[in-house]
């Protein structure tokens, strides 16, 4: 919301938040009103957001995350991730290929049919008109219309893909199962596999690498599993 206050959502539709910059977290486990897995939440405004989970798990708030309500959930299935380009213009991507489109803020959820199944985790715009999409299977999915259109890109591997995220207009990353870090400098038209051996292009770690995100193109965070917190300064070198 702004440099020092956020809210996170997790297990059990848990609601946490700091005031700090992430020093210090406050939790509630009823402040959501359900108690359904929280997977994703997003923001328009530093008041009104939305978060998203299992098995259709949809509430909103106006007030910065003070207080919760159930919203009209769009499906039934799980949605993992939920993002906004702009103040009207925002996305919902889940399991078995679900991807939702809002153009009124949330007010209501389209669905936009893609002819994938493949479970998708994680959806990021790079402006209005470039966005990306990854999931399981090693899908990756371009728009290059404002997401009119989705078309399939080929990176060479089936790992799960987590997560997505843009340094700027050119770079981006990926992170996904058994270690899989990707990194794009041509707005993704091709990608580089990263933490790999020399000699097999294996990825060298089992690890599981759920998030990433870059705050410019040099500095960037991933989160993996058994709490694994990987930093870099020197973007990825």
Not at 40 to 52: H, M, P, W
Request: proline share 3%.
């Amino acid at each position: 919301l702004d440099p020092r206050t956020a809210v996170a959502v997790g297990e059990g539709g848990t609601i946490a938040f700091t005031h700090d910059g992430g020093s210090t977290w406050m939790a509630s486990d009823t402040l959501s009103g359900i108690a359904s897995d929280l997977f994703s939440i997003a923001f328009l405004n530093d008041a009104r957001g939305f978060a998203v989970g299992r098995d259709g798990a949809f509430i909103q708030t106006t007030d910065g995350g003070k207080s919760w309500k159930k919203g009209k959930s769009p499906t039934k299935e799980s949605m993992i991730s939920v993002y906004f380009v702009n103040h009207s213009t925002g996305w919902i991507v889940g399991f078995n290929g679900i991807l939702f489109r809002t153009t009124n803020g949330g007010t209501s959820w389209k669905p936009q049919p893609i002819g994938i199944n493949n479970h998708l985790w994680s959806i990021v715009f790079v402006n209005r008109t470039n966005g990306f999409i990854v999931g399981s299977g090693g899908i990756l999915l371009k728009t290059t219309n404002g997401g009119t259109k989705w078309n399939t890109i080929d990176i060479g591997i089936t790992n799960f893909l987590y997560s997505v995220s843009f340094s700027n207009s050119t770079t981006g990353w990926i992170s996904g199962g058994y270690g899989a870090v990707l990194r794009t400098t041509d707005c993704g038209s091709s990608w580089i596999r990263q933490n790999t051996l020399p000699e097999t292009r294996v990825f060298q770690t089992s690890t599981f690498f759920y998030g990433i995100h870059f705050l410019d193109p040099s500095n960037g965070v991933i989160i993996g599993s058994e709490g694994k917190i990987l930093r870099t300064a020197d973007g990825g070198e």
